[in-house]
Every structure is written in structure tokens, then in C-alpha cells.
């Protein structure tokens, strides 16, 4: 995922280096965003670089100052993708992450399609809604590894 985000967004004319906001088992969103590996609750592999002075939306609007904000959720929703197209309705963004860059995971249950492998209606998947604000831009559905997504790209 973090290779289609670099590739998308150099192909848009930007520079910097981007990962997908995706969590997987022993890889959670956050640490990938701060530079490091593996789980938050274990350190992130021991690096915790604070990215970037905050992030913006393609077409401009402030989206969140800071990690802290960045946890706390969205203050504007995403009406624009990586070209500036129009993001109609609620579109869905597969995360499968807490809004704090935590894998989600319910008891034994894991929400990332079994690693992001699955497309099947029977695994589980969780992701936000990019019209989303607050918690909901990254943990707002659960439900099959069927359902069209987009992805969340972040400069790091």
C-alpha cells in the first residue's frame, strides 16, 4: 500500500515520501506515519519521528495540525482525491485503524482483511469515510473484504 501511495503521488507531482494509513497484524498505521515499525503499544521498533507540519487536502483545506489532531479526527472532510477529482457521497477508505493508528481489532476478531490479502465477503474488513470528520475518517464501517475502497495516502 505504501508503494501505491509513493507511486500515486509522485505520478500527481508530489514530492515527499507517503504511506498508506493501513494497519495490519504487528504493523500499525501510526508507526509507519512516524518513520518506525511494528506495533504503537510496543514502540514502533524504537523510531517515533514526528512527521510534517501538519496535513492539508489536495484542494487545500487544513485537515489536522499535528499527530495529536491527526488522533482526535479530521476537522474537514475530503472532497477532492489525489487529482483533484470530486469525491462524491460517502466514499469509503479501508483502514482497518483506530483513529489513534492502532490496528482495530474486537476480541479475537481483526478488521484488516486478513492482512489486506482477502476480497472475500466473508472476512472482515473496517475502514473510515472520507466525508468523515472527527473519529469517523478512519474507523467509521465494519463489514466483507468485497467492498470498493479507497486508500488514505499521508506524507510523512
Known amino acids: 500500500a505504501d508503494a ?4 500515486r503521488a509522485e505520478a500527481t507531482g508530489r514530492a515527499g515520501e507517503f504511506v498508506a494509513w493501513v494497519s495490519a497484524e504487528g504493523d500499525d498505521a501510526y508507526c509507519r506515519l512516524v518513520g518506525g515499525h511494528g506495533t ?39 472532497l477532492a ?19 489513534d493508528g492502532r490496528r482495530r481489532v474486537v476480541g479475537d476478531m481483526s478488521f484488516d482483511c486478513a492482512g489486506w490479502t482477502s476480497a472475500s465477503p466473508r472476512v472482515q474488513g473496517s475502514g473510515g469515510i ?6 469517523y ?7 466483507g473484504c468485497d ?10
Open 4 to 7: 501505491l501511495c509513493q507511486q
Open 40 to 78: 504503537r503499544d510496543e514502540g514502533c521498533g524504537g523510531v517515533m519521528e514526528q512527521p510534517g507540519p501538519g496535513w492539508v487536502s489536495t484542494d487545500g483545506y487544513p485537515l489536522a495540525d499535528d499527530l495529536a489532531g491527526l488522533e482526535a479526527g479530521l476537522v474537514a472532510p475530503l
Open 81 to 99: 482525491d489525489e487529482d483533484g477529482a470530486p469525491l462524491l457521497g460517502r466514499p469509503s477508505v479501508h483502514t482497518g485503524t483506530n483513529p
Open 130 to 135: 472520507a466525508s468523515g470528520v472527527g473519529r
Open 137 to 143: 475518517w478512519s474507523a467509521f464501517y465494519s463489514g
Open 147 to 156: 467492498r470498493e475502497a479507497h486508500l488514505y495516502c499521508l506524507e510523512r
